[in-house]
Protein backbone atom coordinates (compact mmCIF):
# COMPACT_ATOMS: atom_id res chain seq x y z
CA UNK A 1 0.00 0.00 0.00
CA UNK A 2 1.19 3.54 -0.98
CA UNK A 3 1.24 6.75 1.64
CA UNK A 4 -0.36 9.42 -0.32
CA UNK A 5 -1.21 12.81 -0.03
CA UNK A 6 -3.39 14.61 -2.06
CA UNK A 7 -4.28 18.58 -2.46
CA UNK A 8 -7.97 19.28 -2.23
CA UNK A 9 -9.41 22.82 -3.73
CA UNK A 10 -12.33 24.95 -5.42
CA UNK A 11 -13.69 28.71 -5.73
CA UNK A 12 -16.58 27.42 -7.14
CA UNK A 13 -19.14 26.10 -4.91
CA UNK A 14 -16.69 25.21 -2.95
CA UNK A 15 -18.06 23.87 0.07
CA UNK A 16 -20.71 21.71 -2.24
CA UNK A 17 -17.41 20.03 -4.10
CA UNK A 18 -15.14 19.72 -1.00
CA UNK A 19 -17.84 17.99 0.51
CA UNK A 20 -18.38 15.59 -2.79
CA UNK A 21 -14.92 15.12 -3.51
CA UNK A 22 -14.33 13.82 0.20
CA UNK A 23 -17.31 11.70 -0.43
CA UNK A 24 -16.01 10.17 -3.21
CA UNK A 25 -12.34 9.47 -1.85
CA UNK A 26 -14.00 8.04 0.92
CA UNK A 27 -16.25 5.88 -1.01
CA UNK A 28 -13.16 4.88 -2.78
CA UNK A 29 -10.05 4.55 -0.75
CA UNK A 30 -11.78 4.22 2.91
CA UNK A 31 -9.97 6.37 5.83
CA UNK A 32 -8.95 9.66 5.15
CA UNK A 33 -6.91 11.63 7.14
CA UNK A 34 -8.02 15.42 6.77
CA UNK A 35 -6.26 18.69 7.31
CA UNK A 36 -8.26 21.68 8.86
CA UNK A 37 -9.54 23.73 5.89
CA UNK A 38 -8.58 27.33 4.81
CA UNK A 39 -9.82 29.96 2.65
CA UNK A 40 -7.21 31.11 0.78
CA UNK A 41 -6.69 34.28 -2.13
CA UNK A 42 -6.19 33.03 -5.33
CA UNK A 43 -2.65 32.52 -6.55
CA UNK A 44 -1.48 33.24 -10.10
CA UNK A 45 -5.12 34.74 -11.63
CA UNK A 46 -8.02 37.50 -10.43
CA UNK A 47 -10.72 34.89 -8.81
CA UNK A 48 -12.64 34.21 -6.02
CA UNK A 49 -11.49 33.06 -2.73
CA UNK A 50 -10.69 28.96 -2.72
CA UNK A 51 -11.38 26.32 0.25
CA UNK A 52 -8.01 24.30 0.51
CA UNK A 53 -6.74 21.33 2.03
CA UNK A 54 -4.96 18.32 2.53
CA UNK A 55 -6.62 14.53 2.22
CA UNK A 56 -3.89 11.34 2.94
CA UNK A 57 -5.07 8.43 2.30
CA UNK A 58 -3.28 4.63 0.96
CA UNK A 59 -4.15 2.86 -2.05
CA UNK A 60 -2.97 -0.21 -4.10
CA UNK A 61 -3.64 1.65 -7.52
CA UNK A 62 -0.09 2.79 -9.22
CA UNK A 63 0.55 6.89 -9.89
CA UNK A 64 -1.79 6.92 -13.15
CA UNK A 65 -4.25 4.30 -12.32
CA UNK A 66 -4.87 6.96 -9.00
CA UNK A 67 -4.31 9.96 -11.38
CA UNK A 68 -7.30 8.83 -13.40
CA UNK A 69 -9.55 7.99 -10.59
CA UNK A 70 -8.86 11.73 -9.25
CA UNK A 71 -9.79 13.38 -12.76
CA UNK A 72 -13.22 11.24 -12.73
CA UNK A 73 -13.80 12.81 -9.40
CA UNK A 74 -12.95 16.50 -10.61
CA UNK A 75 -15.00 15.16 -13.61
CA UNK A 76 -17.76 14.29 -12.03
CA UNK A 77 -18.13 18.09 -10.12
CA UNK A 78 -17.75 19.78 -13.43
CA UNK A 79 -14.06 20.25 -14.09
CA UNK A 80 -13.58 21.51 -17.16
CA UNK A 81 -10.70 20.31 -18.53
CA UNK A 82 -10.11 23.54 -21.44
CA UNK A 83 -10.16 25.85 -19.21
CA UNK A 84 -6.78 27.76 -18.22
CA UNK A 85 -4.50 26.92 -15.81
CA UNK A 86 -5.03 29.77 -13.86
CA UNK A 87 -8.66 29.96 -13.48
CA UNK A 88 -11.52 28.94 -11.37
CA UNK A 89 -12.00 25.71 -10.43
CA UNK A 90 -15.32 23.54 -9.12
CA UNK A 91 -13.07 20.60 -7.52
CA UNK A 92 -8.86 20.18 -8.05
CA UNK A 93 -7.44 17.15 -6.53
CA UNK A 94 -3.50 16.91 -6.87
CA UNK A 95 -0.95 13.95 -5.54
CA UNK A 96 1.44 16.28 -3.78
CA UNK A 97 3.66 12.85 -2.84
CA UNK A 98 3.29 8.98 -3.07
CA UNK A 99 5.39 7.32 -0.55
CA UNK A 100 8.74 8.47 -1.28
CA UNK A 101 8.86 8.91 -5.33
CA UNK A 102 10.22 11.46 -7.19
CA UNK A 103 10.23 12.34 -10.70
CA UNK A 104 8.21 11.90 -13.46
CA UNK A 105 5.73 8.65 -12.97
CA UNK A 106 3.16 7.98 -15.56
CA UNK A 107 2.81 11.58 -16.24
CA UNK A 108 2.31 12.92 -13.27
CA UNK A 109 5.90 15.38 -11.37
CA UNK A 110 6.46 13.50 -7.82
CA UNK A 111 6.40 15.83 -5.58
CA UNK A 112 4.57 18.32 -6.82
CA UNK A 113 6.29 21.26 -6.94
CA UNK A 114 2.97 23.25 -4.53
CA UNK A 115 4.21 21.40 -1.85
CA UNK A 116 7.27 23.97 -0.98
CA UNK A 117 5.93 27.08 -2.99
CA UNK A 118 2.31 27.28 -2.00
CA UNK A 119 1.41 28.38 1.58
CA UNK A 120 -2.31 26.48 0.81
CA UNK A 121 -0.28 23.21 0.41
CA UNK A 122 1.92 23.27 2.89
CA UNK A 123 0.12 24.56 5.80
CA UNK A 124 -2.60 21.89 5.91
CA UNK A 125 0.03 19.22 4.83
CA UNK A 126 2.57 20.81 7.87
CA UNK A 127 -0.70 20.40 10.35
CA UNK A 128 -1.94 16.48 9.06
CA UNK A 129 2.15 15.15 8.39
CA UNK A 130 4.06 17.66 11.00
CA UNK A 131 6.97 14.71 11.01
CA UNK A 132 6.41 13.48 7.53
CA UNK A 133 9.24 13.76 5.20
CA UNK A 134 9.45 15.75 1.50
CA UNK A 135 10.43 12.86 -0.77
CA UNK A 136 13.18 15.17 -2.47
CA UNK A 137 14.77 17.64 0.63
CA UNK A 138 14.37 15.09 3.78
CA UNK A 139 12.90 17.99 5.39
CA UNK A 140 9.88 17.27 7.75
CA UNK A 141 6.57 19.63 6.44
CA UNK A 142 6.94 21.14 9.90
CA UNK A 143 10.37 22.76 9.08
CA UNK A 144 9.32 23.16 5.98
CA UNK A 145 6.30 25.59 6.71
CA UNK A 146 8.21 26.78 10.10
CA UNK A 147 10.72 28.38 7.12
CA UNK A 148 8.27 29.30 4.67
CA UNK A 149 9.01 33.30 3.55
CA UNK A 150 6.13 33.85 0.89
CA UNK A 151 3.61 36.41 0.77
CA UNK A 152 0.91 34.39 0.88
CA UNK A 153 -2.67 35.07 2.22
CA UNK A 154 -5.01 31.77 4.21
CA UNK A 155 -6.60 31.17 7.28
CA UNK A 156 -8.38 28.42 8.99
CA UNK A 157 -12.09 28.42 8.44
CA UNK A 158 -14.75 25.66 10.24
CA UNK A 159 -15.86 23.05 7.90
CA UNK A 160 -18.16 19.99 8.78
CA UNK A 161 -18.03 16.84 6.56
CA UNK A 162 -20.05 14.02 7.16
CA UNK A 163 -22.04 15.64 10.18
CA UNK A 164 -18.65 16.34 12.44
CA UNK A 165 -16.47 19.53 12.45
CA UNK A 166 -13.06 18.94 10.71
CA UNK A 167 -11.93 22.38 11.06
CA UNK A 168 -12.21 25.46 12.88
CA UNK A 169 -10.59 28.78 12.74
Known sequence: MAMVFLGLGSNTEAQKHIVAGLDALSERFGPLGISRVFESEAVGFAGDNFLNLVVSLETQLSVGQLS??????????????????????????????????????????????????????????????????????????????????????????????QGREISAP
Do not use: M
Not at 98 to 118: F, K, M, S
Not at 129 to 140: D, F
Open 68 to 161: AVLKAIEDDNGRRRGDPKFSGRSLDIDILTYDQCCGIIDGVVLPRDEVETNAFVLWPLSELAPGGLHPRSGRTYASLWQGYDRDQKLWPVAFSW
